[in-house]
């Protein structure tokens, strides 16, 4: 199975002297591995390519019995040089990076999470006011964008709008927002308390690109639940929590 493809490169690793592996989001087939032997002393093949951030033109093929992808060259396609002299902008890209290779993207939705990463590695490449805000944004987006999203401006039951009734309720196992009156129909006494300002942010960051996001400004109260909600749906349908510098499954 031989295939030429864009790869934004998320992360590298050495094994043997001169072999490396190369594992990288796609906007066809999502997160691959692939090898590319001899890759770690091969200026011809692979010139500046592999390197975390790197967006390149692989050339892929496969072994005889097609168990494994390897790389037979690449073509830097931009490596964000403007982004690794920011030190504070690159923590900040580097741990949406290890989100998207958590996630393990498959192929269906790789296109949309493939620009999202691109849009936001972009933005990371100007001044961003208070950078530390996104990681957690961009775990939203790219998250709830995995399937999973919920409608954050109606009552999953009756359909009453947010605004129109207090207390709203999140519910991470439905992926829903439920009403008082449908909380009391169903039994409910769960769910995370929301603050009609905290959804529509999760619903604005979902129908926004990454560079507009620097626009979005909440008080305090808004951001934790807002980030309450993100965490705990991320553990509970992706399996995924953030602990020590890694996403660790749960």
């Not at 011809?44 to 168990?67: E, H």
């Not at 001044?127 to 987006?141: G, K, T, W």
């Not at 790219?142 to 401006?153: I, K, M, N, V």
Request: with cysteine.
């Amino acid at each position: 199975m031989d295939f030429t493809e864009k790869a934004l490169v998320l992360r590298v690793g050495r094994f043997r002297e001169t072999d490396a592996w190369v594992r990288m989001l796609t906007p066809t087939r999502g997160v691959l591995t692939a090898f590319a032997f001899g890759g770690m002393k091969s200026r011809r093949r692979f010139p500046g390519c592999l390197d975390p951030l790197n967006l390149v033109l692989f050339k892929f093929g496969s072994d005889r019995r097609g168990r494994y992808l390897n790389l037979d060259e690449g073509t830097l396609l931009h490596g964000h040089p403007v982004l690794r002299r920011n030190q504070r902008n690159l923590g900040v890209a580097v741990n949406c990076l290890k989100f998207v290779e958590a996630v393990q993207v498959a192929s269906e939705g790789a296109e949309e999470s493939y620009e999202l990463l691109l849009s936001l590695l972009s933005l990371l490449e100007r001044e961003v006011p208070q950078p530390e805000s996104l990681p957690l944004l961009f775990r939203a987006r790219l998250g709830f964008s995995q399937g999973y999203r919920p409608d954050f401006l109606s009552c999953g039951e009756c359909g009453s709008l947010v605004g129109d009734f207090d207390s709203p309720r999140f519910f991470v196992e439905k992926g829903q927002v439920l009403c008082p009156s449908c909380l009391v129909d169903n039994g409910a006494e769960s769910g995370l308390p929301m603050s009609s300002g905290s959804l529509r942010a999760l619903d604005w960051i979902m129908t926004h690109p990454p560079g507009e996001w620097p626009r979005l400004t909440v008080p305090p109260t808004v951001r934790q639940e807002f980030s309450l909600a993100v965490e705990r749906f991320m553990a509970y349908h992706l399996g995924l929590e953030w602990e020590g510098g890694f996403f660790r499954n749960v």
